[in-house]
């Protein structure tokens, strides 16, 4: 990058830009402005990258629709009343639970345990890049592994 | 109510015992599915429906072709190959179990070599997918799934 | 640039406010279409992904109407959901998603390209070229910038802070916010004068 002239660096230039000098520098850099082109360039190419970038960020294209965003939307007015139990409900509550669990394993139902859908113990390849990954979800496991 | 807790306790690990099925006698089916994912027009084969949101989170591809759609009936230490495009070769072997999960070992083999070696614990009932060796401007992947019984 | 808001701004702000508080659903509507330029704007300055941007501002609008009963009204609307943009944006999880998927997509440098709209002004096809191209590059630039670094130059390039409101944003030093920017700068003037 062309430097400035000797009086004042790049960085204060930076801050002339986004107004953050104090008064007095700002207006004494102000008028070195009008005469040093190194100076004024420096400006211009400054305030340029803000324009451009401003411009293609202004035009992705991108819009959300809120009818569509609300109906991934679950609006609650009214909070869920608290119940509270008695020891002896929540005693039976448990053990249907717990039967109800130990039914289904026992059949190996539907109970799933948690945890990726398979642990990695070993990996042995020529390949130099190998990743491990599990999705958010449903923990899926993938070993992705680049051939090149 | 520890003491209630002991006792449901207890009936569970009971239960738990008596659902480990007996090694011996277990048979492992295998599935292995050889798909094609690349950056073509949109198309998601109806076979992999089931995994596609999966692979979807993850990898960019638009296309996803399904190549092979292979079950094996395996009995532990029972290797099966399954060819493979590109002169690739997937042999799956299931060892043991541990806990519910199957162990297996996979192996990719390129013109008979061998380059691509893994060992998992794969939960029953459940995939794995394995990828990706470039073919046809995309890149292929292997779900792999495995089911005791 | 960074506006002193009306009293009509703010009285609309506040009721808006009141109105997503109460659970109305077209006040959402309002609250999407009203800011949703902006946010993506930000989002996108931050991420350089067009679909993740999206991802991360639908689920800013979403996390805003659940928790807009949290909202204290210290601070505008706009900052608060400027707040929950960046810090979406910084999250790790979607850092790491973002990679993966950007290292195994060989058409977002193409989607990036059809972002270039021609300016109706100059029509002169040189000065299309060497725009477009300055554009091109200057994104290449922008794309190589540490995140944080990055983080202030979008917060200073299009909302118009000043390094006070940057660093009460991001919890920094107002000097950090100085020297980021100024870096910020530096390496992209450099990196545009390289290619020249």
């Keep these: 990058m062309k430097k400035t002239c000797s009086r004042y660096r790049s960085e204060d230039i930076s801050r002339f830009v986004d107004n953050e000098l104090s008064q007095a520098r700002y207006h004494e850099l102000a008028k070195h402005l009008r005469d040093c082109p190194d100076c004024r360039s420096l400006v211009e190419k400054y305030k340029n990258l803000t324009v451009m970038f401003n411009d293609h ?9 809120p009818a569509a965003l609300k109906q991934n939307l679950v609006i609650t007015t009214q909070s869920s009343p608290k119940k509270i139990l008695g020891n002896i409900y929540l005693k039976l509550a448990s053990i249907a639970a717990i039967l109800i669990i130990s039914l289904f394993w026992f059949q190996g139902g539907m109970f799933r345990s948690t945890g990726p859908s ?3 113990t070993s990996v042995d390849t020529d390949f130099s890049s190998v990743m491990i990954i599990e999705t958010q979800k449903k923990k899926h496991t993938i070993i992705w592994f680049s051939e090149t | 109510m520890v003491r209630f807790i002991k006792i449901i306790l207890f009936f569970l690990s009971i239960a738990c015992f008596f659902s480990q099925p007996a090694l011996a006698k277990t048979k492992i ?15 998601v084969d109806p076979g992999l429906k089931k ?12 296309s996803y072709r399904l190549l092979k759609d292979q079950r094996l009936d395996q009995h532990f230490h029972q290797k099966d190959r399954v060819n493979l495009p590109g002169k690739r070769t997937l042999i799956i072997m299931p060892s043991d179990m541990e806990g519910k999960r199957i162990r297996y070992q996979i192996t990719i083999k390129k013109n008979k070599r061998s380059v691509f070696q893994t060992r998992v614990l794969l939960k029953n009932n459940s995939s794995i997918t394995i990828g990706g060796p470039q073919f046809n401007d995309g890149v292929l992947l292997f779900n792999i799934s495995g089911s005791a019984k | 640039m960074n ?7 703010a009285i609309n702000e506040q009721d808006l406010v009141k109105r997503l508080q109460k659970g109305q659903e077209w006040s959402f509507n309002v609250l999407v279409n009203k800011y949703q330029d902006r946010l993506l704007k930000i989002a996108y300055g931050v991420t350089l992904d067009r679909e993740e941007s ?23 609307l706009a900052t608060w959901l400027r707040k929950i943009t960046i810090n979406q944006c910084l999250n790790w999880k979607r850092k790491w998603k973002r990679r993966f998927k950007w290292h195994h997509d060989p058409i977002e440098s193409e989607n990036d390209k059809n972002l270039f709209k021609e300016s109706k002004k100059d029509n002169d096809p040189e000065t299309l070229y060497r725009k477009k191209q300055f554009e091109e590059n200057l994104m290449t630039a922008i794309k190589k910038l540490p995140e944080k670094i990055r983080l202030v130059f979008v917060l200073n390039a299009f909302e118009g802070l000043s390094y006070e409101e940057i660093a009460k944003t991001l919890n920094i030093k107002k000097g950090t916010v100085s020297s980021r920017l100024y870096s910020a700068r530096k390496n992209l003037i450099n990196s545009l004068e390289m290619k020249d």
Excluded: M, W
């Design chain 1, 57 to 65: 960020a202004g035009h992705t294209g991108l819009k959300i629709d």
């Design chain 1, 118 to 120: 398979a642990i990695v």
């Design chain 2, 29 to 43: 089916l295998t599935h292995v599915k050889v798909i094609h994912a690349s950056t073509g027009p949109r198309y």
């Design chain 3, 3 to 9: 506006k002193i808001e009306s009293n009509s701004d």
């Design chain 3, 54 to 76: 999206l991802e991360i501002v639908q689920d800013v609008f979403i996390s805003a109407f659940k928790n807009i009963k949290t909202f204290r009204q210290d601070a505008s």
């Design chain 2, 51 to 62: 995994i596609i949101p999966e692979l979807k989170s993850v990898f960019k591809y638009t």
